[in-house]
């Protein structure tokens, strides 16, 4: 194909860890140009989300580089090594408790909120007649004075505190009681070259002795890993150490620049696991996008194997590719229903083969960064 573009330009607008606590137009763009030369393979154009949202735009400029510009480098097919050793295998799915008890904060933090605000108002309300006095004053503990309203609404505050304990309880319960005895691992494999063209095709055999496994379902997800660090600062014209750009974390102590591309679980990404270094819960992808999930019997992939195909997430993505600043990364995941027990996930990544054609999305699907939001 005769490429007559000598410039590749990335502009990318990141999510944060937090992305709904940020307004996305406000957050500053990062740029960056690449030099491309004839004997380069030209990389696939990108629209991804918009200007007034988060951004992935990658296009193919006809205007020579400088020679200060750096060269392009095509970006690999083949997922990093590490990424792979933390994001394929059995992983723990969190406690529903988790997910509730987030939820569930806002709700308590409001409620303090009017209760300050009521009690604000107190005297005009009583004198009206709208409030009773018996919910009016506050009452001395200790050396201090609380609302009485401040009173009734604290309980409910701390209930979602306790349901966060209790998840983790439970699930460093589960930790303890996989590593002592993990579960038989399945055969999937991938049929032929899976392109981004057509479903893609599985063969899924459990083991013999899985009985307790009651039902599966799998599906395709496809995902971005964060980009480095150190190139994103660079191409937002900061340096590492400097004051950070708005909407972007400071860099964790104990967390290398590959972890955190890789996504394999930090601090508020995943509940609490316990001192093991295995991550047994799947952290999700910043941007990530999951197929139809297609269920199959548990006798016949269990009796021999069984075949199905999995649809390709809805939105115009593009194959596997890692680089530094953009990575597309997909996975087979299969989910098995355990009786007595948490379901547990499979995970498998897979290599998916583009056409090079443009790629053009008006949503980017943003993830949550909290595992048990998405799970």
Known sequence: MGWTARTVRLRLRWPPFDADSVVAKELPIAVAEYRLTNADTAPCELSM?????????????????????????????????????????????????????????????IGIILALIIHAFEPVLVNAGIMSESYAGSIRLGLLDYPVLLLIFFPVFCIPILMRIGSNIIDYRRTRKFLDAPPPSPSIGVEGSPNTAAPIAVNIQFPKDSERWTAARAWVQVGMTTPSRDVLLLAMGRLDGNQNPPG??????????????????????????????????????????????????IEDARNG????????PDGEWPGSEYSSL????????????????????????????????????????????????VS
């Open 49 to 109: 989300g918009g200007e007034e949202s988060f951004l992935i735009e990658r296009t193919l400029l006809d205007t020579a580089s400088s020679s200060d510009t750096p060269k392009w480098t095509e970006p690999s097919l083949d997922a990093p090594a590490q990424l792979c050793a933390h994001r394929s295998g059995w992983f723990l799915t969190p406690n529903r408790g988790h997910k509730l008890a987030r939820q569930m904060i806002g709700v308590a933090v």
């Open 248 to 297: 972007f974390s400071t860099a964790l102590p104990r967390m290398t620049s590959q972890e955190d591309m890789m996504g394999t679980g930090v601090g508020e990404r995943t509940p609490l696991e316990g001192p093991d270094k295995e991550r047994l819960f799947l952290s999700p992808l910043p941007v990530q996008e999951m197929g139809s999930a297609v269920e199959f019997p």
């Open 305 to 312: 194997g069984i075949d199905i195909h999995l649809p390709l």
């Open 326 to 373: 953009l990575s597309f990364h997909w996975e087979v995941v299969t989910m098995v229903e355990i009786e007595d027990d948490f379901p547990l996930k499979w995970v498998l990544p897979i290599q998916v083969l583009h056409d090079g054609s443009p790629r053009r999305m008006d949503i980017l699907q943003i993830q949550s960064g909290r595992a048990e939001m």
